[in-house]
């Protein structure tokens, strides 16, 4: 069975960092596209940062020059380092993996999910 664990949310004040961190088991993930998103309070989940099976990476504008995404292949962790946190960056986050080396900007192809970890970001 399948599962991503996400890890390493929090409570942080505006200016600070968080590094999350996204445990695969049950598959490895070393030939696949791998992703964060994210859910604000009360809006829809929205694309954070992917990575593709050669490690080229991808950002949404709101978080490019703050956030980087990484893996460990032999880990099979996928990473994501924020840094210079806004207050509009609290959310829930979640990683995803689909099977397939193309990435996706949008959640509907990714194939597995983690549970999501609480971000907050205070002012």
């Known amino acids: 069975q399948v599962q991503l664990v996400e890890s390493g949310g929090g409570l942080v004040q505006a200016g600070g960092s968080l590094r999350l961190s996204c445990a695969a088991s049950g598959r490895t993930f070393s030939s696949d596209a791998m992703a964060w998103f994210r859910q604000p309070p009360g809006k829809e989940r929205e694309f954070v940062a992917a990575i593709n099976w050669s490690s080229s990476t991808y950002y949404a504008d709101s978080v490019r020059d703050r956030f980087t995404i990484s893996r460990h292949i032999a880990k099979n962790t996928m990473y994501l380092q924020m840094n210079s946190l806004k207050p509009e960056d609290t959310a829930v986050y979640y990683c995803?993996?689909?099977?397939?080396?193309?990435?996706?900007?949008?959640?509907?192809?990714?194939?597995?999910w983690g549970q999501g970890t609480q971000v907050t970001v205070s002012s």
């Open positions: 995803a993996a689909k099977i397939g080396v193309v990435v996706s900007r949008t959640p509907r192809p990714y194939d597995y």
